[in-house]
């Protein structure tokens, strides 16, 4: 079966910019979704397809997903302690696949 | 706007079924999807599979297949996922979430509805 694989935390210093990686065989020839989750909420859509931003969600949120790696991305741009939360990539094979998730640390 | 709300938190005992409910508003029911998604305390994500109110179809995960029944409702905007022969590691939070088709992304997801499977 598809697997995802995601660091389980990154560290980033406020103000600066976050990666979070998502590696999957062939991740590039997949549609790459992102959701948020803070501690006892559901989770949030941050990114879809790739690298559309649903309209509630700052600009500061983006993704790439290249077609020449097995890596898809999520990028937080200048971090705030706010951003700290569980982020998980997710894509469709013979059915849905989510990574096991990563917690940036803002410093 | 779109939205999503589950029916309460419950406790069951292994092997009895539990139920749980997803009644949707601010949209036109048959015309997206709704996926169910569980979260085990502290774990990742696992998708369970989808019901298509329009047609009344179902896609399950493979490991699901057999304990699992989505349906859903259109006279009342209601999903439903029913497990069957509940374990303790079906302890978990159980989310509906819209999709706009089978394999599409997720949102808005509902509040979630506790399980929790003890003797």
């Known amino acids: 079966s598809y697997e995802l694989t995601q660091p389980l935390s990154v560290s980033v210093a406020l103000g600066q910019t976050a990666t979070i990686n998502c590696g999957g065989n062939?991740?590039?020839?997949?549609?790459v979704h992102w959701y948020q989750q803070k501690p006892g909420q559901a989770p949030v859509l941050v990114i879809y397809r790739d690298s559309s931003r649903p309209s509630e969600i700052p600009e500061r949120f983006s993704g790439s997903n290249s077609g020449n790696t097995d890596t898809a991305t999520l990028t937080i741009s200048t971090a705030q302690a706010g951003d700290e939360a569980e982020y998980y990539c997710?894509?469709?094979?013979?059915?849905?696949?989510f990574g096991g998730g990563t917690k940036p640390t803002v410093l | 706007q779109m939205q999503l709300v589950q029916s309460g938190a419950e406790v069951k005992k292994p092997g009895v079924s539990v139920k749980v409910s997803c009644k949707a508003s601010g949209y036109t029911f048959t015309d997206y999807y709704i996926h169910w998604v569980r979260q085990a305390p502290g774990q990742g994500l696992e998708w369970m599979g989808w019901?298509?109110?329009?047609?009344?179809?179902?896609s399950y995960a493979q490991k699901f297949q057999g304990r699992v029944t989505m349906t859903s409702d259109t006279s009342i905007s209601t999903a439903y996922m029913e497990l069957s022969s509940l374990r303790f590691d079906d302890t978990a939070m159980y989310y509906c979430v819209v999709g706009v088709d089978g394999t599409a992304w997720f949102d808005p997801w509902g509040q979630g509805t506790l399980i929790t499977v003890s003797s």
């Open positions: 062939n991740i590039g020839s997949k549609h």
């Open positions: 019901v298509n109110p329009n047609s009344g179809g179902t």
């Open positions: 997710q894509v469709w094979d013979s059915s849905s696949v």
